[in-house]
């Protein structure tokens, strides 16, 4: 996992959704996580994946950044 602060994160998926899941992210009521912004499976494979400092994941609603909370739980 490598960690770039507030321009972004490269880690793998499933650091990604367990920092999602342990902050409370809002899910669909499929399951998937409530998140906007700049998100990205690196090269196409859904293993790892980047995130861009746009990036948000929301909590009862509200936006919180993405970045920060990985910065903070990887």
């Given at each position: 996992?490598?960690?770039?602060?507030?321009?972004g994160?490269?880690?793998?998926?499933?650091?990604?959704?367990?920092?999602l899941?342990?902050s409370?992210?809002?899910?669909?009521?499929?399951?998937?996580f409530?998140?906007?912004?700049?998100?990205?499976?690196?090269?196409?494979?859904?293993?790892?994946?980047?995130?861009?400092?746009?990036?948000v994941?929301?909590?009862?609603?509200?936006?919180?950044?993405?970045?920060?909370?990985?910065?903070?739980?990887?």
């Amino acid at each position: 996992m490598m960690d770039n602060g507030r321009r972004g994160w490269i880690g793998t998926a499933s650091e990604l959704e367990h920092t999602l899941r342990c902050s409370g992210c809002d899910t669909t009521p499929n399951g998937k996580f409530c998140v906007d912004g700049s998100i990205t499976s690196f090269m196409g494979g859904g293993e790892e994946f980047v995130v861009g400092a746009d990036a948000v994941y929301y909590v009862k609603g509200e936006p919180r950044s993405l970045v920060t909370v990985l910065s903070t739980t990887s």
